[in-house]
């Protein structure tokens, strides 16, 4: 029969042992593959042309660079705005080859060869697009942050009507889209304005387009 002597031996036993085995196990070398490279590995990166504005431009970019992040940190077209970064708020929408998209969900590289214009292409403070300055006789806007993209939405929303390109509110493929209040605030939808100036934002576009807001 085995004694309270017996089973504290052998519970130091197995304490022992179990220590020098993990002794063992941290002491061994980890073995590096010949040639394997001890720097970090560099990201790859693709050569990026596109004509922004009216102006080529080439650039070599990561691949995970979004189209937002070329335009601001790259070619330092500031006007296009980082609200969210995840496609919710409209702040950063550029047109693209006449459509209008969120540039923060778009890498920069599914763009080559596309033409974008931001809003620093559609007017100057001098020579402002026809939108630019219905939002100023409008006060279509507050802080301002959403206003860039509110205005290049604004404009491909009226280019999207005049092609016949229906919403949610013209589902049906037989009806041409009118531009009604109904219309605008639904295509709009998708720019978030929160200092809430959306029924001035619908009367400047309802100006630009020629109807009563």
Avoid at 11 to 38: C, D, I, N, Y
Wanted: a negative charge; hydrophobic letters at 40%; proline letters at 5%.
């Amino acid at each position: 029969m085995q004694t309270p002597e017996d089973h504290e031996l052998s519970r130091r036993g197995v304490l022992v042992g179990g220590a020098a085995s993990v002794a063992a196990v941290t002491l061994v070398p980890t073995a590096t593959p010949a040639g394997a490279a001890s720097a970090p590995a560099v990201p790859p990166t693709a050569e990026v042309a596109f004509k922004v504005n009216g102006t080529a431009h080439s650039l070599e970019l990561d691949t995970r660079v979004s189209l937002l992040d070329a335009l601001r940190e790259h070619l330092h077209l500031t006007g296009t705005k980082k609200g969210c970064d995840h496609g919710q708020c409209g702040a950063c929408t550029v047109i693209v080859d006449g459509r209008r998209i969120n540039s923060c969900l778009a890498l920069a590289v599914m763009h080559d060869g596309d033409e974008i214009t931001t809003i620093e292409g559609l007017g100057t403070p001098d020579r402002m697009h026809a939108m630019q300055e219905a939002f100023v006789v409008h006060d279509g806007y507050q802080c301002g942050y959403c206003t860039p993209g509110q205005i290049c939405s604004a404009v491909a929303v009226l280019d999207e009507i005049k092609a016949g390109i229906p919403s949610h509110v013209t589902a049906d493929l037989t009806l041409a889209p009118a531009v009604t209040n109904m219309e605008i605030r639904e295509r709009m939808s998708g720019n978030i304005c929160r200092c809430g100036a959306y029924p001035n934002i619908v009367a400047a576009i309802s100006d630009v387009a020629g109807v009563k807001a």
